[in-house]
């Protein structure tokens, strides 16, 4: 583990305005944007609302002495957005759909209350647009997703469930006038569902989590990337689903501890090491969930960062930001060859690619390699700087706007 500690950082979540601030942001600009999801969280809502939203408003600052604001209208910035929640429409859906341009509905399911917001939008002509980050709008993909998550494909419930989620993602997607996907591999396969434009844009960092990133990666620089003699794995969970793609790790990860001494775990979140690991359990350490700002300090002191995906279609669909996340603290990664962690990760570069019965051979291969390590980790670094920051999105989330730049 990396000897270097940033101290933890006081954390507030920066979305919560109350409705009439979020009102007047989103009234600010001439071009305006309202994002919709059920209820704020540190997910998809942080990755599709609130960077999406905080980068538009960003650009326009940046942009804030071009010749083009010198007009009537000097000050007022080009674009604005802001996020809004299934809370907020009883009293101000006919506001919002006033107010803005275009409406965002991210991941949201077929309900009274949306429904009623988006033929809002609908009545005054303006574009509603359904974005998705998951593969969670096509029924045929049901038992996919269950197996997955590795959910009981017996019990009756969970099939009514998941019928019931992915078909009112379904019925979403049919109201909208097109669709807004993180990678162009679920592009694919939303454009099998839906006649309507399909558009692409990723996943990226925000300003906050860059600005504890740099802090972290600073940290570690000035140590040297001193480490304490052990190394240590760290497998990050989000949510409680992925204990079927933390399971194909797990053998590995026991064989190496039986004669490499040096080597630790730490899970953090919805995670619990299993019977493999029970000769080791000295080596064992677990952090509770994490907020967003807190965990990039966690995943800056390991060596590793373990992202094991199960090979699917569904997988397949996933977007690299556990990549990223890891890259710029400074932290390389061991990721399953699925279609975007292999585009995004260069072998041996930017980090490293293990399938199924690869795992112990990648670990060991970084443990015997570790002169190297300071140097992979800038590479990565840098790789992640230049395509998942923000900025490198403005275009791509102007043009799925339907606001392409010239």
């Not at 944007?33 to 650009?59: I, K």
């Amino acid at each position: 583990m990396f000897t270097a500690e940033t101290p933890e950082q006081a954390y507030a979540d920066p979305w919560q305005l109350p409705l009439a601030q979020r009102l007047e942001r989103l009234s600010r600009g001439r071009r305006r944007v309202a994002y919709y999801y059920e209820e704020p969280n540190t997910s998809t809502f942080r990755y599709r609302c609130y960077n999406m939203a905080q980068l538009l408003d960003a650009g326009d600052a940046d942009e804030a002495d071009d010749a083009d604001a010198a007009d009537d209208q000097a000050g007022v910035p080009e674009h604005s957005a802001c996020w809004f929640h299934r809370a907020d429409l009883e009293q101000a859906a006919e506001e919002i759909a006033a107010r803005a341009d275009r409406l965002v509905v991210c991941r949201s399911g077929y309900e009274s209350r949306l429904l009623r917001l988006i033929t809002a939008f609908h009545r005054r002509g303006k574009q509603v647009l359904f974005d998705v980050d998951d593969l969670v709008f096509d029924t045929r993909y049901a038992h996919l997703v269950m197996n997955t998550l590795d959910q009981d494909i017996d019990a009756a419930h969970w099939w009514d469930f998941w019928f019931g989620y992915l078909g009112r993602m379904r019925a979403t997607l049919d109201l909208c006038d097109g669709a807004i996907a993180t990678t162009d591999f679920l592009a694919a396969r939303l454009a099998e569902c839906t006649e309507r434009p399909v558009a692409v844009v990723p996943n990226f960092f925000n300003r906050e989590q860059r600005a504890i990133s740099e802090r972290v990666w600073h940290d570690k620089q000035a140590s040297g990337f001193a480490r304490n003699g052990e190394f240590t794995l760290g497998y990050f969970s989000g949510s409680p689903s992925h204990h079927h793609d933390y399971g194909m790790v797990e053998p590995a990860i026991a064989a190496l501890m039986s004669r490499r001494p040096e080597l630790r775990l730490l899970t953090v979140g919805y995670i619990a090491p299993g019977p493999h690991l029970a000769p080791f359990k000295d080596r064992l350490q677990h952090a509770p969930f994490q907020d967003w700002i807190n965990l990039q300090r966690l995943v800056g002191s390991v060596e590793l960062n373990l992202m094991p995906l199960a090979p699917s279609v569904f997988t397949d669909c996933k977007s690299p930001l556990k990549y990223f996340e890891a890259a710029i603290v400074g932290t390389l990664s061991v990721a399953s060859p699925s279609h975007n962690y292999a585009a995004a990760i260069e072998h041996g570069v930017t980090g490293y690619l293990a399938r199924g019965h690869q795992w112990e051979a990648r670990i060991e291969e970084v443990l015997d390699s570790l002169p190297h390590y300071a140097e992979r980790a800038a590479q990565a670094r840098q790789d992640a700087l230049a395509r998942f920051d923000g900025p490198a999105h403005r275009t791509a989330l102007l043009a799925a706007l339907g606001w392409a730049t010239a």
